[in-house]
């Protein structure tokens, strides 16, 4: 039998890219996270990313863990701080590709904070946020991106507080470019990592990833392969009672890229300033 | 006799195509036109499939005095097919002894065709070609107007270089179609519009009938057809979440007492990989393989 690969899909084979000794990974059955996984492989394969040149660093919960099954150069971080090592390590290692991957609790939350500035400062790094609604690791709390009315550990009579959409935030904060995908859509998503890699800037791309044993459970939003399937459907970005006034937007959660724009990279930037100093200038 | 009367005074004019091609553009450009030379115009569509490739077709009518907005079978007086299959699926609503049959020869094949295939081999689609056509029609004019206005720069103007033919058969001066055609277009496209109509315009002048097929016959792939698709699982990996087994179109796969995958029916798999794909376990893999025997 002679193999054929034709396609893109046909030649990449992500055990290429894993630390198969540490297989099966942790994730719960049907976690999205996987999916999502597999996508940003995709995306540094087609891209012809050398495995040595890529530095994968990500923060704690279920997100953090996906980044140390890469076999490339993975860096496992503090909770909420995987742009802050991110930003140090892009900064002395220009020749890198670097590539953040975090949660919802672990960017928006604990690291909402530098999310804002790593989007402020437009450092050429990659963030890829996974927003599975919950903190799926440390027991199923509430998280910023927790729909309207749902249940978690921490909001037994539901959750009310309003929601987070993290696109919006980036954008407002200054990243060159935003996008969101639902890992559903695992082509797309794959062309959407590989544009925000591509991308120089902060590129910064969110996920709508799935938990069915922690969130998925509790909510009854049904089996693994449902809410898959109705990834886009059952998220909820603003109070559920706000959807009333809004009966054309059968679609809450836009997905695609959202901004697009050309900034001063801070990296580059950062160097020239260097430079002037080190010449005896007074950097300006 | 009053059907027959109405008949003689009224021109009717059925244009069908696949959603978002701009069949409703073409009837609007149309219904305005016979308006401004002071005819009764009636016309009545049906739409709203129209964003995923549906069907859509309108009755346009006009004349001195329109009684009925619906055009009946055998009646038409003009077919006007922005889609190669619709146009044969309405053929039976021109009129055999005088009708004009204009369409685009440009397929598009609807996502349920691609079902039940076998390996390598292409959707099905309508086998009927031009010069079929041709014999059962007085008229019939069957081009690639998506390719002329792609010539042109902008493929969706398609429907505006139909328009250009069917100007050649009704009896309304060119000048007349470019102004209400330039109501009806974005401001932006006005120009390429223009363009296109007026290049639907000279294609007639020069249409023959055509020498060989003008619809090629889908061909075979001669290695595609013997691929074999081979789903290695590795099963340790597995957490049986059931999303390959409820995602898989040809249900080819199951879980088995254990809760891990198995496959069920393998000469189903046609290879598309959503299973592997959709895998948060990257526990399958799909190996596209060509036998020996044919690799040869």
Request: aromatic share 6%; proline share 5%; with cysteine.
């Amino acid at each position: 039998m002679n193999e054929i690969r034709v396609t893109s899909a046909d030649k990449f084979d992500i055990r290429d890219w894993l630390r198969t000794e540490l297989m099966p990974h942790f994730m719960c059955p049907g976690c999205g996270h996987g999916i999502a996984l597999r996508a940003l492989l995709w995306a540094c394969h087609e891209l012809g990313i050398d495995k040595d040149k890529l530095a994968i660093v990500s923060g704690i919960g279920c997100s953090g863990r996906t980044g140390a099954y890469i076999d490339a150069n993975t860096f496992h971080t503090t909770h909420g701080r995987p742009l802050a090592f991110a930003t140090g390590l892009k900064l002395a290692r220009p020749d890198l590709t670097v590539i953040v991957i975090t949660g919802d609790g672990d960017s928006l939350a604990i690291g909402g904070n530098h999310l804002i500035h790593a989007c402020r400062r437009n450092l050429d790094i990659t963030c890829m946020m996974l927003n599975n609604e919950v903190y799926g690791m440390t027991g199923g709390q509430v998280s910023p991106t927790t729909s309207a009315q749902r249940y978690t550990t921490t909001t037994p009579a539901g959750n009310m507080e309003p929601v987070f959409d993290a696109c919006r935030l980036a954008e407002g904060a200054g990243a060159s470019f935003v996008g969101r995908e639902a890992t559903l859509q695992i082509p797309t998503l794959k062309d959407l990592l590989k544009e925000a890699i591509a991308h120089e800037g902060f590129s910064f791309v969110e996920v709508i990833s799935d938990c069915t044993e922690i969130f998925g459970r509790k909510n009854a939003l049904g089996s693994s392969p449902e809410m898959v399937l109705k990834q886009k459907k059952v998220m909820i970005p603003e109070r559920s009672d706000n959807r009333i006034a809004q009966p054309f937007r059968p679609n809450p959660f836009p997905t695609g890229v959202f901004v697009r724009q050309e900034r001063p990279e801070y990296g580059a930037a950062y160097r020239q300033m260097c430079e002037r100093v080190q010449k005896g200038g007074k950097g300006r | 006799m009053g059907s027959d009367t109405e008949r003689d005074d009224v021109t009717s004019v059925l244009i069908v195509g696949v959603g978002g091609q701009g069949v409703i553009m073409v009837s609007k450009v149309l219904a305005t036109l016979c308006q401004e030379h002071g005819l009764e115009v009636k016309q009545s569509e049906v739409h709203g499939m129209a964003k995923r490739g549906g069907a859509v077709f309108s009755h346009v009518r006009f004349g001195r005095h329109v009684h009925s907005p619906v055009i009946p079978a055998g009646e038409a007086d003009v077919l006007l097919a922005l889609e190669w299959a619709e146009g044969l699926r309405w053929l039976h609503f021109l009129d055999p002894e005088n009708g004009t049959f204009i369409s685009d020869v440009r397929k598009i094949v609807p996502p349920f065709a691609c079902r039940d295939r076998g390996r390598g081999v292409a959707p099905q689609y309508a086998k009927t070609t031009p010069r079929d056509v041709l014999e059962k029609v007085s008229v019939g004019y069957a081009l690639d107007a998506t390719g002329i206005a792609a010539k042109l720069g902008n493929d969706r103007a398609a429907n505006t270089v139909l328009l250009g033919i069917l100007s050649t058969a009704l009896s309304f001066p060119e000048q007349a179609w470019l102004d209400v055609i330039e109501r009806f277009v974005p401001p932006k496209t006005r120009e390429i519009n223009s363009a296109a109509f007026l290049a639907g315009r000279e294609w007639v002048k020069e249409a023959t009938v055509p020498e060989g097929e003008v619809l090629p016959v889908p061909e075979v792939d001669t290695v595609l057809k013997n691929v074999v698709n081979r789903l290695e699982i590795t099963e340790e990996w597995c957490k049986g979440c059931d999303i390959c087994v409820k995602f898989c179109p040809e249900r080819c796969l199951a879980l088995n007492d254990a809760g891990k995958v198995v496959v069920k029916d393998a000469n189903a798999c046609t290879g598309c990989r959503l299973c592997e794909m959709l895998c948060p376990d990257f526990a399958i893999r799909l190996h596209k393989e060509l036998p020996a025997e044919v690799a040869q």
